[in-house]
């Protein structure tokens, strides 16, 4: 009998493993297949409308025009996220009639009435604002928008989200699109253009035909994790004001026994809502936007106090080695952590550089970075 249940615990002991890597492995196709359905829904939109959806995007009110961003709750003013329009492509109908349309919520025996497109999102994830803290659709899982090897799930973030629209090889204008600390009368159109090399950018709209390296040979959108509040390297972001021109400069924060982790604590200004994957509705850079500055699963860094500025948000994923890209023609590869990326040295291409950093340069940052530019004209002669 003893030997008997020796045997059969020598069997499970080598079952298991082989258990637990079929799950993951069925995990990893289903998140596969959650891209390509995105990348579907990104083409039927292409095709309806002759462009790609907005990234930063929604009403905003003529009080806005020619003026710094307003104060009021009434409208999101611009702030929803590129998957937002998708919703109806992605078999989302009746969620994308709760976002279009004015919205009655009752909760805790107070009714609220929000109008078309809803609250701004962060305030909804920060819980901070009475008006705002009851939007349905921010608290909305969408399982396309979700990977399931990621066990992120509910508060303190909302409706996660696993996938996010690729900004290029830089970070310059990351976070405010083609203006000035986001005043409305104060364009920066050439600075944002030089950074701005991606498939997406931020309050802009790109086509097809703008994305001249080749549809299959430029990434669309990428995977990344969703914050467990564990302080890991690529959820939790930490904060150096240098990081455009030395992208590797965080990683003295990380912990050397554990180097998945942060040794230092969040600046007191990184709330949860600056969290990675926070919210699919909200068009922030933490939350559905990447970079291919470093290579999958390195540090976030970002500029600014929190994810309001811009910072090296690479691709990310609970799978073994790498993570998921949707390549524009809507293919989904797996990128491995040791891809080629150049020189994490160097800083990123901006208006007025020189050198590697001069506009219109080739990506710094090898394969790795051209795969994320559009138009940069970088050959790609490899494998990947």
Do not use: K, Q
């Given at each position: 009998m003893l030997v008997v249940i020796a045997i059969i615990g020598v069997l499970v002991g080598l079952l298991l493993p082989a258990v637990q890597a079929a799950r993951e492995a069925a995990r990893r196709m289903s998140c596969s297949n959650n891209f390509k359905q995105i990348g579907l829904a990104i083409h039927n939109y292409h095709s309806a409308y002759r462009k790609m959806p907005k990234h930063g995007t929604g009403p905003i009110s003529?009080?806005?025009?020619?003026?710094?961003?307003p104060k009021e709750t009434e409208l999101q003013h611009e702030r929803l996220s590129a998957q937002v329009a998708l919703l109806p492509f992605v078999e989302q109908q009746a969620l994308w009639e709760q976002v279009s349309n004015p919205l009655i919520v009752t909760s805790g025996g107070t009714t609220e009435t929000y109008p078309a497109f809803g609250a701004i999102p962060w305030n909804v994830v920060a819980q901070t604002n009475i008006y705002t803290t009851d939007w349905t659709p921010c608290f909305t899982d969408v399982n396309?928008?979700?990977?399931?090897?990621?066990?992120?799930?509910?508060?303190?973030?909302?409706?996660?989200?696993?996938?996010?629209?690729?900004?290029?090889?830089?970070?310059?204008?990351?976070?405010?699109?083609?203006?000035?600390?986001?005043?409305?009368?104060?364009?920066a159109d050439a600075e944002y253009k030089a950074a701005a090399r991606g498939c997406f950018g931020l309050y802009t709209q790109t086509a097809f035909r703008d994305i001249l390296d080749g549809l299959s040979n430029t990434i669309c959108?990428?995977?990344?994790?969703?914050?467990?509040?564990?302080?890991?390297?690529t959820t939790s972001p930490r904060r150096n004001a240098n990081v455009a021109n030395k992208p590797n400069n965080c990683n003295g924060q990380i912990e050397v026994t554990r180097p998945q982790f942060w040794r230092t604590s969040p600046h007191k200004n990184n709330f949860a809502e600056t969290k990675r994957g926070a919210c699919w509705a909200g068009?922030?850079?933490?939350w559905t936007m990447c970079n291919t500055i470093l290579p999958p699963n390195r540090e976030v860094c970002t500029v600014g106090h929190n994810t309001a500025g811009g910072g090296t948000y690479t691709v990310s994923s609970r799978h073994q080695g790498g993570a998921h890209v949707l390549m524009a023609d809507g293919a989904v590869r797996f990128i491995t952590d040791s891809i080629e990326a150049g020189n994490d040295d160097l800083g990123t291409v901006k208006y007025g550089g020189t050198g590697?950093?001069?506009?219109?340069?080739?990506?710094?940052y090898g394969l790795w970075g051209a795969l994320g530019t559009r138009a940069a004209k970088e050959v790609i002669d490899e494998e990947f």
């Open positions: 003529e009080r806005a025009i020619g003026a710094n961003w396309t928008f979700r990977c399931p090897s990621d066990p992120g799930y509910g508060l303190p973030l909302a409706g996660r989200s696993n996938y996010g629209v690729c900004y290029g090889d830089a970070i310059d204008y990351m976070h405010l699109g083609p203006y000035t600390s986001w005043a409305r009368n104060t364009r959108m990428g995977e990344n994790n969703s914050d467990l509040g564990d302080e890991h390297i068009a922030t850079m933490g590697v950093r001069a506009p219109g340069s080739a990506s710094p």
